[in-house]
């Protein structure tokens, strides 16, 4: 939580990867910062979640009740933090949710709402970006796909929902929350219960053809998921898609305003719209890094890891990683061959990547065709004061 390692972290990731790559961080994990390590731990089996009490009880001490807070119960319980067996049957519920078909067929409504929410924005000059539509547009986009109604999430109700994530996906982060903010992310978690228990009963009692229905009725058709296992998968895929691909957006922005020679590359070609959205999550990952556990005794580029040892993989080092790519520290927009590790990698691979990419891609789409001229007010925005998800909650910006 430094605030000059938080503004920019980039140069210490640096000398980490040069200098210490496999680094035994004071706060009790290893450091891993290199490509080809980092892709290793994330899709090796040797390496999986394993003990979550006692992963979560490193940032604080061994009395710590872990499962007696609601928000850490919650992410116990969430398929990201698990292992198979339990992984793949949770998993399997929604990724059929997010097959590439399904997603291809969302586009049509994806660019709606994107030229709408644009469209609004368009009539309040040097509004804040990251409220006003950065995190309003996968809400609205996760909102539609599981069938929301607008008459059941009102413009208010839309800001609580985001308003109780942004509060509670701090315990996804790298560190011991304090007490205040502990017991924020508890009552926020248990009014998302609250919310996603009512839905699913609504859609028990009055079924339709969406999302939500298709997963209560596999719930019903299938005993081995509890009616907690819905909605937790449910209230991680609405979160999953939000702070991750808000900040992709924002970030995006940000970078078109610090960058006119590659913004200029997409005024005259539109085409690079899908290679710029690539760029945008290589060099300005929203999700800065994940974790393993070693659930053996293993070797990993030389080092031994003994069962037991937890390990940070740092995704946005690796994406800079001059052993993978060309020009790792400039953002550039072309097509590239090489893949960031943005999105994971093994059997966690980011089960909503290709609904990011593709909100990522008509965003930009959109933005260029209506408002070219748009200005972003670079020198007054401020960065949010997080390691794991990185991005601004302030950026003013003009569309015109
Ligand atoms: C730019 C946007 C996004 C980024 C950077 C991102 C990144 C990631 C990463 C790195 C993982 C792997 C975590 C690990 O290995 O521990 C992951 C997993 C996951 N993501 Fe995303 N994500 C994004 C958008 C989305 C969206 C839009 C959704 C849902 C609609 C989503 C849903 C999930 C889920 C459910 C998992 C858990 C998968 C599993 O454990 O099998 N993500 N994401």
Not at 40 to 59: E, M, P, R
Not at 382 to 400: I, K, N
Request: proline share 5%; aromatic share 10%; glycine share 6%.
């Amino acid at each position: 939580m430094d605030p000059q390692l938080l503004a920019d972290p980039y140069p210490i990731f640096r000398w980490l990867r040069e200098e210490d790559p496999i680094h035994r961080s004071e706060l009790g994990f290893w450091v891993m910062t290199r490509y080809d390590d980092c892709r290793h731990v994330l899709i090796d089996k040797a390496f999986g979640q394993g003990d979550f009490v006692k992963n979560i009880q490193l940032f604080y001490d061994d009395s710590f009740d872990v499962l007696a807070n609601p928000a850490y119960a919650w992410l116990s319980r969430v398929f990201v933090m698990q292992d198979p067996p339990t992984h793949t049957r949770l998993r399997g519920l929604v990724a059929s949710a997010l097959s590439l078909k399904r997603i291809r067929a969302m586009e049509p409504r994806v660019r709606e709402l994107a030229r709408g929410m644009l469209a609004d924005l368009a009539g309040r000059p040097g509004a804040n970006f990251i409220e006003s539509f950065a995190y309003r547009f996968p809400t609205l986009v996760m909102c539609d796909m599981l069938g929301l109604e607008e008459h059941e999430f009102s413009d208010d109700l839309l800001t609580q929902l985001n308003q109780a994530i942004a509060d509670t996906f701090p315990v996804f982060e790298t560190r011991a929350l304090n007490p205040d903010e502990l017991s924020l992310a508890n009552r926020q978690m248990e009014f998302l219960t609250a919310f996603f228990h009512d839905l699913f009963e609504r859609r028990r009692s009055h079924p339709r053809d969406d999302l939500t229905t298709a997963l209560v009725q596999a719930r019903e058709g299938d005993a081995s998921l509890s009616a907690e296992e819905l909605s937790t998968s449910v209230i991680g895929l609405f979160g999953a898609g939000f702070e991750t691909t808000a900040h992709m957006i924002g970030n995006g922005m940000y970078l078109l305003g610090e960058h006119p020679q590659e913004r200029a590359k997409l005024t005259n070609n539109l085409q690079l719209a899908k290679a710029a959205t690539e760029e945008i999550v290589r060099y300005e990952s929203s999700l800065q890094a994940t974790y393993r556990t070693a659930l053996a005794d293993t070797v990993v580029a030389g080092h031994e890891f003994a069962a037991g040892d937890r390990i940070l993989t740092i995704v946005a080092a690796a994406n800079r990683d001059k052993a993978v790519f060309t020009r790792p520290e400039a953002f550039v927009v072309d097509p590239r061959e090489e893949k960031p590790l943005t999105f994971g990698g093994g059997i966690h691979y980011c089960v909503g990547a290709e609904l990011a990419r593709l909100e990522g891609r008509v965003f930009l789409e959109e933005l260029f065709t209506a408002f070219p001229n748009f200005q972003v007010d670079t020198a007054n925005a401020r960065l949010r004061e997080a390691f794991l998800f990185r991005g601004f909650e302030h950026l003013p910006v003009t569309l015109q």
